[in-house]
């Protein structure tokens, strides 16, 4: 399995920008081929699937709520996927957390490797 670390959230004010990290390691036919999803976790709501970027970088989805503000991008070099977040809102407010499902296309869903999260808050 992949490990997966989060990095990048704090405290942002309304409007704001910051930008998450999900470093990977483990086996080097993995780390650079999976895709890797992002999601959050608000208290006392679901888990949210906000986005997620394939095997070859070549495709990325997002969810409505995050679209146009959010962007997922990845480093081959660092084995890194980061997602850049802009015009934050209260709402944003949650733990982000990346997973990988193993699998190269964002298709599958089933996420068997998770990241320990990282606490987003957006607040004036």
């Known amino acids: 399995h992949l490990q997966l670390v989060e990095s990048g959230g704090g405290l942002v004010q309304p409007g704001g920008s910051l930008r998450l990290s999900c470093a990977a390691s483990?086996?080097?036919?993995?780390?650079?081929?999976?895709?890797i999803h992002w999601f959050r976790q608000a208290p006392g709501k679901e888990r949210e699937g906000l986005s997620c970027?394939?095997?070859?970088?070549?495709?990325?989805r997002y969810a409505d709520s995050v679209k146009g503000r959010f962007t997922v991008s990845r480093d081959f070099a660092k084995a890194t996927v980061h997602l850049q977040m802009s015009s934050l809102k209260p709402e944003d407010t949650a733990v982000y957390l990346c997973?990988?499902?193993?699998?190269?296309?964002?298709?599958?869903?089933?996420?068997?490797?998770w990241g320990q999260g990282t606490q987003v808050t957006v607040s004036s």
């Open positions: 997973g990988a499902t193993g699998a190269p296309s964002c298709s599958h869903t089933a996420v068997t490797s």
């Open positions: 483990g086996h080097l036919s993995e780390v650079n081929h999976v895709a």
């Open positions: 970027i394939d095997g070859s970088s070549e495709s990325v």
